[in-house]
T-cell receptor, first 112, second 113 residues
Framework: QKEVEQNSGPLSVPEGAIASLNCTYSDRVSQSFFWYRQYSGKSPELIMSIYSNGDKEDGRFTAQLNKASQYVSLLIRDSQPSDSATYLCAVNWGFGNEKLTFGTGTRLTIIP | EAQVTQNPRYLITVTGKKLTVTCSQNMNHEYMSWYRQDPGLGLRQIYYSMNVEVTDKGDVPEGYKVSRKEKRNFPLILESPSPNQTSLYFC????????????FGSGTQLSVL
């Protein structure tokens, strides 16, 4: 079974600092990688998608992908209290496989 | 407004009583999927559909059925619910597959007594 693993946390970060969230996956040939944010009692919403090795930046968010090491990370710069949420890593295994597998999520708390 | 609509939002039922959770999207998406979310287990995919009349199993399909007779609708059917199906269910849709952004419904909290 293909797996996606995340540290469940909770991860506490002071306001204004950088939050670093990590995710590893089991299948080297995976194609697409996503970070979703889920506030308590709400549905997940996409924060970032990344498809090739390297960094992808969008505002305060940077996704990093290293396919050789099978990990993907999310950095949140200048963390704000509104960033407090659970962050879900998701992997599409690709090559005609339309399954999307989520990790269990990392709960992030930004401390004012 | 682009959205994925699930109904009902909350549902309490008893073991063995058939139920259907509806899901509808207005974005003309090809891809639709059902997930269940349980504490400590995260989101697990139940079934997905790439198009009308095309459905496939996810990671936890046992005890569930789906159908895709129209592009916009993707109902989840529990023909004989059991207590271990108590969970928070999410429907999601995406443009052309699982390698694109998914839009999630607001969720259905199901309790099977």
């Amino acid at each position: 079974q293909k797996e996606v693993e995340q540290n469940s946390g909770p991860l506490s970060v002071p306001e204004g600092a950088i939050a670093s969230l990590n995710c590893t996956y089991s299948d080297r040939v995976s194609q697409s990688f996503f970070w979703y944010r889920q506030y308590s009692g709400k549905s997940p919403e996409l924060i970032m998608s990344i498809y090739s090795n390297g960094d992808k930046e969008d505002g305060r968010f940077t996704a990093q992908l290293n396919k050789a090491s099978q990990y993907v990370s999310l950095l949140i710069r200048d963390s704000q209290p509104s960033d407090s949420a659970t962050y879900l890593c998701a992997v599409n295994w690709g090559f005609g496989n339309e399954k999307l597998t989520f990790g269990t999520g990392t709960r992030l708390t930004i401390i004012p | 407004e682009a959205q994925v609509t699930q109904n009902p939002r909350y549902l309490i039922t008893v073991t063995g009583k058939k139920l259907t959770v509806t899901c509808s999207q207005n974005m003309n998406h090809e891809y639709m999927s059902w997930y269940r979310q349980d504490p400590g287990l995260g989101l697990r995919q139940i079934y997905y559909s790439m198009n009308v009349e095309v459905t496939d199993k996810g990671d936890v399909p046992e005890g569930y059925k789906v159908s895709r007779k129209e592009k916009r609708n993707f109902p989840l059917i529990l023909e004989s619910p059991s207590p271990n199906q108590t969970s928070l269910y999410f429907c999601a849709s995406g443009g052309q597959g699982a390698n694109e952004k998914l839009f999630f419904g607001s969720g259905t909290q199901l309790s099977v007594l």
